[in-house]
């Protein structure tokens, strides 16, 4: 099977050390979902997978497994090779590009990411393809087809922001995709739609999905039951479990997580703290 | 049914990024000259180019006295480092004996670089007129013959001063006088070239009219003078291009247009400008609009070593519109320092600035610009956005705004920002496929496509294409 490898991942920010070793592995066809209270480090663990310049790595690997046990080290490449070698990120907080329309944006997207070797300049996917592929998603996701003639997350509110992303995630057809909090902003019914949807552009037609679905909520994992369930606190895993796990903390809160792991929650607590220790100690 | 797809993609369709276009431009004609003045600068060489053009005493007095005019005045002290040496220029080059009316009567040499710039191809396509300059003289013009039919007249304006003196006679230098600054002095002791435009009332041309100015030789000098005058209810779009192979010595180009946009009547005048980077491009631009008159300048600025140009509308009689949609793109070795200048001289006129500029590599872009509104120009609007773009920490950008009102009743809004190519932005779009290259190229596209999106489609393309090119250098 496929797999998303991470192993003992340390992510500094700034020299700041935020994750303080990670370990999941994710495969092709699974749903995993990533817990934690705010600020705990599930942000930073996506923007790591998909090689954000300002998220460090300072120890650990990411590694992309082929069928055939073929090891590629994620951690060379640059964000755009990692999208086209089927990593992608629906962003908490996605960037507006003014002036840039969603589909010219998009158009370039799907092309170099379904042909991962062309070089600027070479053809774009032709018009007329792309146009009924694009037109054909947005009526599934229920998204107005002008929405496409918008500059990227310019003005959009924060529910079209996410199905902006969802759509990404469907016309780039990832092997493993990370949804940060995906499910937020969104209305009551267009949480439920997203869930829907993302079930059904992770299991179906074009290959299945891996899927890390960091959440703070139920809804969006109802249609994609996750095969485990990851507690993050402090920068660490300190749990991981079956959907039950999700339920759990849905209903409890971190309190019980927080008494049997006291050596991350008091890194929680550093972390959080208004002045950073390692930033007063720096000069 | 459309899912918002436009033809003015912000990237180009296909392959237009393969190497060698870089230097579409940066080729060299090699077609002798008919006569080249020989260089340097005197009342000699002066009348000689009044002579050769066989013109009436008041051309040559006019030419000589704008000479001692330039001699008298000190180089501008604003704008950037100007260091030409006006005795190593050719002022004065022909390169055909006469004008040709079809492109078979070009010499053939010249014919083929038109060619290659797509000239023809352009007038074939959609364009209501041509008039190609090479060197200091146009060597090729068309007009259609409907056009011609009502009156148009759209030649070069040696011929015009020859075939219209009267009309030229009252317009001419009564918007820029030689004396208004140093380059407008040169250009009027030296100047060849140049459109004459009259669209006679009510009469509106629907295909742009488009001047193309090929500078080939070393050393030289183009002084084209442009005059556009749109009778009453006339309309009219005047594109120009601009382009020059690259020397290691500097080149002078220094225009004069000058505009009347008379009651109601629209003209719009677009340059896209990507000289070579060893040209100095210090130009004067100046439109009137008269009474519920619409002066449009779009003024795209990609090449040249120094542009300093700041085109202007004197909005003179009420209702008088002014607008000026700038974009500068300044990489390294590069200083644009354009901008816009328009006078409100009468009671409810109304003007719009927008300026957006690029920098990158150590270029430097400036915005310099004046809304003036003159006593008694009640209930006058004007705004101004001026935007500047740098991509890198060693490129500059400076913004020098002035406004001057003597007048209550107005309404002036002004907006400036500076802003930085957002490491989030690119991250954004790389983790979407894009390379880093795509990437800025998309994020700089954005960021002018509120002014290209007013081009016409075929200049909406080319410039999007510039600005790749532009782009090109600046990554990897
Ligand atoms: N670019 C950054 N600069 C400075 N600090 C950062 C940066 N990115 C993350 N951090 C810090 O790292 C910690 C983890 O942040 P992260 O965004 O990963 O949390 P999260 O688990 O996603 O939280 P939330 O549930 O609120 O989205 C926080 O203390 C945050 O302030
Ligand atoms: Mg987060």
């Known amino acids: 099977m496929e797999k998303l490898v991470i192993s003992g991942l340390h992510v500094a920010v700034g020299g700041l050390e935020i994750l303080k070793g990670v370990d999941i592995e994710i495969g092709r066809g699974e749903i995993h979902a990533l817990m934690g209270p705010n600020g705990s480090g599930k942000s930073t663990l996506g923007y790591a997978i998909m090689g954000h310049p300002s998220y460090e790595v300072t120890a650990g690997t990411i590694e992309l497994v082929d069928a055939d046990g073929t090891r590629h080290n994620v951690l060379e490449m640059e964000a755009d090779q990692r999208a086209r070698a089927g990593i992608f990120l629906a962003f908490q907080r996605p960037m507006s590009i003014p002036g840039v329309r969603l589909a010219d944006f998009l158009r370039h997207a799907v092309t170099n990411v379904r042909n991962p070797d062309r070089k600027e300049g070479h053809e774009l996917l032709p018009m007329r393809e792309f146009r009924s592929e694009l037109k054909a998603k947005m009526s599934e996701l229920e998204m107005d087809s002008d929405f496409a003639r918008r500059y990227v997350n310019d003005g959009f509110s924060g529910g079209e922001m996410k199905r902006a992303e969802i759509l990404q995630l469907a016309m780039l057809r990832p092997r493993f995709a990370v949804l940060d909090e995906t499910d937020s902003g969104l209305d009551a019914d267009a949480v439920r739609l997203a869930s829907q949807s993302i079930a059904k552009i992770g299991g179906s037609d074009m290959g299945v999905m891996g899927i890390l679905i960091i959440t703070h909520h139920e809804q969006l994992l109802e249609h994609n039951i996750p095969h485990r369930t990851h507690v993050m606190l402090g920068g660490r895993i300190v749990e991981s479990g079956g959907p039950e796990l999700a339920n759990e903390l849905h209903k409890r809160g971190y309190e019980r997580i927080r008494t049997a792991y006291p050596e991350a929650a008091a890194d929680e607590q550093a972390m959080t703290a208004p002045a950073h220790g390692s930033l007063a100690t720096a000069t | 049914m459309a899912t918002g797809l436009q033809a003015t993609s912000p990237l180009s369709e296909s392959s237009t990024l393969a190497l060698g276009e870089i230097n579409k431009y940066d080729f060299r004609t090699d077609s002798p000259a008919v006569f080249k003045a020989s260089k340097g600068l005197s009342a000699e060489i002066v009348s000689q180019i009044s002579e050769m053009k066989k013109e009436p005493a008041w051309m040559r007095d006019f030419r000589l006295k704008s000479l001692d005019i330039f001699n008298a005045k000190p180089m501008p002290h604003w704008g950037g480092d100007i260091a030409i040496d006006f005795q190593n220029i050719y002022y004065y080059l022909k390169p055909a004996d006469h004008q040709g009316k079809t492109w078979d009567d070009v010499p053939s040499e010249i014919k083929k670089t038109f060619e290659r710039l797509g000239i023809p191809e352009a007038e074939r396509k959609y364009l209501s007129g041509v008039k190609a300059q090479f060197e200091s003289e146009v060597v090729y013009g068309s007009l259609q013959e409907d056009l011609v039919k009502k ?65 080939n030789a070393e050393n030289m000098g183009q002084f084209e003078r442009t005059l556009i005058i749109v009778d009453e209810g006339a309309q009219v779009h005047y594109v120009e291009g601009c382009t020059a192979p690259m020397y290691s010595t500097e080149s002078l180009h220094s225009a004069v247009v000058e505009i009347v946009v008379k009651k109601h009547a629209r003209c719009r005048y677009t340059t896209i400008q990507n000289w070579a980077n060893n040209i100095y491009n210090l130009v004067t631009k100046r439109a009137v609009a008269r009474e519920g008159a619409v002066m449009e300048w779009i003024d795209g600025n990609l090449g040249s070593r120094l542009t300093m140009k700041y085109p202007s509308v004197y909005m003179v009689e009420p209702g008088a519109r002014g607008e000026i949609l700038s974009i ?149």
């Open chain 2, 151 to 215: 009156g148009v007249i759209f030649t070069d304006t040696d011929t015009a001063v020859r075939e219209y003196p009267d009309l030229v006679r009252d317009y001419f230098a009564t918007i820029i006088p030689p004396a208004d600054n140093k380059f407008a002095a040169l250009n009027s002791a030296v100047w060849s070239g140049g459109s004459f435009i009259y669209v006679p009332k009510g009469v509106k041309i629907e295909f742009p009219l488009q001047a193309y100015f090929r500078i």
């Open chain 2, 328 to 476: 500068a793109f300044s990489s390294a070795g590069q200083h644009q320092d354009a901008g816009a200048k328009l006078v409100h001289a009468a009671p409810n006129t109304s003007g719009r600035i927008v300026s957006k500029s690029i920098s990158k590599n150590g270029g430097r872009s400036s915005y310099r610009g004046l809304v003036r509104v003159e006593p008694g120009a009640r209930k006058s609007r004007s705004s101004v956005v001026c935007e500047a773009l740098i991509l890198d920490d060693i490129s500059r950008s400076d913004t020098y705004p002035y406004i001057e009102i003597e007048e209550q009743d107005v309404t002036i809004g002004h907006e400036a920002s500076v802003s930085k190519i957002g490491e989030e932005q690119l991250f954004y779009l790389k983790s979407r496929g894009l390379s880093e290259a795509e990437a800025s190229t998309m994020i700089v596209s954005g960021f002018i496509e509120p002014l290209v999106k007013e081009l016409p489609m075929e200049y909406a393309v080319e410039m999007n294409r510039l600005i790749e090119l532009q782009m090109e250098g600046s990554v990897g």
